[in-house]
């Protein structure tokens, strides 16, 4: 039995190696002989390292431990974070609500002069995480202007380094300026240190800009619950409305002293006024004003006059924009939305595994990033012919002159071509191609990365191909199946050329299809 299933296995060797038979195969160097010839020299090698000297050993396993460690330090350093992992909206999350409490802390301590030690110890320790958050920043994916996802670490750490909310506004926003005066906090009194670590630690208050610019972006997000993000939206900008604005109210106190609004009062302790700022606010901007506190001077009148209208101007801009979430949403990200609905409710109605879900989910976010949701074919259809030439002629004309075989083409040939290529998207890790599957034609690299594979399950990298190159052209002139795995390395871009509609496009100019098949015996061999 074992030698009819060894034989088999020969045979069906000797029909991937052309005139090798199974009597070749097994005797020469490219079958069982070399498996053979390279354990034994394995085993070999084994054996005389026995024999070193103790301290050569010693030397060779570090060195060897050594070499490994790199290794997996430089994979480490090269991994990128995906936006949209579950590990990155929670830190993104938790960065946020950190960034208002830290902005809070630097903002009241000076405000009602007391340098409480458990709030400034946390402040420090804010400091502290933000800046490990500065070295994650140069291993999170990101989406160009253009909709690209952008996923290998040089772009990815290359453009967080030269964009202006980048590297450099992160290290002047985040910096732990207090580590640097922090021996002085037993030297002077807390009179003298308050206004120092005030003055030092302000550029600490620009990294708001950063909350309300993530929360921006979340919302044109097609996977984001919109309502929910609108609504965390509206109590951060509350939160900072109503601190600022009690802060001010505080100010007029010091100032003023009895002769402003605190004397409708009984508190006299700073912590306690900064309360009822806070409660005077509330009351003024959910426009509930009870009476109890109210202005004395002129200056304070004008301030709460100031304050009343800018409340309702942002209230009601709020409500309004929540209350019309659902209602005055654009048409298309509606019709996207049901789209993925129904895609989600089918998928869990046939118990789709979980895992495959998210690959589809993420797949309509990156179209809906890339293309909102649209068909290249279906966006340009209702356009006179000779502008859809126009248009995807910029696209891919000048890509197919890279290649070989369309190089020396006329230009009316490759416009009229570049008119039947369909653009697809491939989400990381996705199938373009499987070996052994019927080839359908050719694909372009617009945007991306991909993986050639010898094997179908994608093992075994034979080359990485990039923007501009082809894959499959020897599949628009002959039927045949797929000899290599074609996998998406990154979120890719492709455009697709099916061998009839190049046909068909060849059909309109034979001198230049005749011209194309001359040269084809000459460039096919290398693909």
């Known amino acids: 039995m074992k030698r009819k299933q060894l034989l088999q296995r020969t045979m069906d060797m ?208 097609i996977i984001t619950n919109l309502l929910a993000i609108r609504i965390i939206k509206y109590l951060v900008h509350a939160v900072l409305f109503v601190h600022c604005t009690a802060v001010l109210f505080l100010l007029f106190v010091i100032h003023g002293g009895f002769n402003s609004w605190v004397v409708n009062t009984d508190v006299f302790y700073l912590p306690d006024i900064y309360h009822y700022s806070v409660y005077w606010t509330l009351a003024t901007y959910t426009t509930t004003g009870y009476g109890d506190i109210r202005a004395v001077t002129y200056e304070e009148m004008l301030f709460s006059i100031l304050i009343m209208i800018l409340s309702k101007m942002q209230v009601s801009y709020n409500m309004g ?14 019709a996207y939305e049901e789209k993925l609905q129904a895609v989600q409710n089918y998928m869990m109605d046939e118990n789709i595994p979980s895992a495959l879900q998210n690959r589809v989910i993420r797949f309509y976010n990156y179209r809906w990033t890339r293309t909102k949701g649209i068909d290249s074919e279906e966006l340009f259809k209702d356009t006179p012919h000779c502008m859809k030439v126009e248009i995807f002629s910029r696209i891919s004309v000048n890509l197919l002159k890279k ?32 070996r052994g599957d019927s080839g359908r034609g050719m694909l372009l690299i617009l945007i991306g990365k991909v993986k050639l594979c010898s094997w179908r399950t994608g093992k075994e990298v034979i080359e990485y191909l990039t923007t501009g190159a082809a894959l499959g052209v020897d599949l628009l002139l002959k039927s045949k199946l797929c000899t290599y795995t074609a996998i998406a390395d990154n979120y890719v871009d492709i455009f697709f050329l099916s061998k009839e509609h190049f046909e068909e496009v060849g059909s309109y100019y034979p001198d230049v299809m005749n011209k194309l098949l001359k040269r084809a015996s000459n460039v096919i061999s290398m693909y």
């Open 14 to 221: 000797s029909k991937v190696q052309k005139n090798v038979s199974a009597t070749d195969l097994l005797m020469n160097d490219t079958g069982y002989i070399k498996l053979y010839k390279h354990c034994m020299a394995e085993e070999e090698k084994k054996a005389k390292f026995k024999d070193f000297p103790f301290h050569v050993r010693i030397k060779t396993s570090f060195t060897q431990f050594l070499i490994r460690f790199l290794l997996n330090v430089i994979r480490i350093h090269n991994t990128t974070i995906n936006p949209e992992s579950t590990v990155r909206v929670v830190y993104q999350y938790t960065s946020c609500l950190l960034i208002i409490i830290l902005f809070w802390a630097i903002t009241y301590m000076p405000s009602v002069f007391d340098l409480d030690r458990g709030i400034f110890l946390f402040t420090m320790i804010i400091e502290y995480i933000q800046m490990i958050e500065i070295i994650l920043k140069f291993h999170i994916c990101f989406y160009d202007e253009g909709g690209s996802y952008i996923s290998d670490y040089k772009s990815v750490s290359l453009s967080y380094m030269t964009r202006k909310v980048g590297y450099i506004y992160d290290v002047i926003c985040s910096f732990p300026y207090a580590f640097t005066i922090l021996h002085l906090m037993n030297q002077v009194s807390p009179i003298a240190f308050l206004p120092i670590i005030v003055y030092v630690r302000s550029f600490h208050l620009l990294r708001i800009l950063t909350v309300l610019v993530f929360m921006h972006k979340e919302e044109q997000s």
């Open 403 to 434: 290649n070989q075989l369309f190089t020396h083409l006329s230009e009316t040939f490759l416009r009229h071509l570049a008119t039947k290529m369909l653009l697809k998207s491939y989400t990381s890790g996705e199938y373009i191609n499987r």
């Open 321 to 334: 924009l929540l209350s019309s979430t659902q209602t005055n949403k654009q048409s298309l990200q509606v």
